[in-house]
Nanobody, 123 residues
Framework: QVQLVESGGGLVQAGGSLRLSCTAS????????MGWFRQAPGKEREFVSA????????YYADSVKGRFTISRDNAKNTVYLQMNSLKPEDTAAYYC????????????????WGQGTQVTVSS
């Protein structure tokens, strides 16, 4: 089992920045690719970003490319999502997820999920 705990969400004005963190416990963190997904009320969960187990490969949804940066610190068992130039349409609950080794953009391919952290961007 892998336990994931997100933090760093909050209320920010459009154009502002937030950094989300997700800390893992329970298994060897560096064995897992990590992903960030988000879900707004009434909408399906959507892919935001993912990073390979080594950190060498990163993936982004088109909607966040150039504004969000994913990174990981395997020594701290933590993955980060730096979010800049936030827009009201980024408002959602953000979830981190873990998958064995290979990153994926499909939420149903992840095995472990955090409880989510709310991000609200005001216009």
């Amino acid at each position: 089992q892998v336990q994931l705990v997100e933090s760093g969400g909050g209320l920010v004005q459009a154009g502002g920045s937030l950094r989300l963190s997700c800390t893992a416990s329970g298994r060897t963190f560096s064995d897992y690719a990590m992903g960030w997904f988000r879900q707004a009320p009434g909408k399906e969960r959507e892919f935001v970003s993912a990073i390979s187990w080594s950190g060498r490969r990163t993936y982004y949804a088109d909607s966040v490319k150039g504004r969000f940066t994913i990174s990981r610190d395997n020594a701290k068992n933590t993955v980060y999502l730096q979010m800049n130039s936030l827009k009201p349409e980024d408002t959602a609950a953000y979830y981190c997820a873990a998958r064995w080794r290979i990153a994926s953009m499909a939420h149903n391919e992840y095995d472990y999920w955090g409880q989510g952290t709310q991000v609200t961007v005001s216009s």
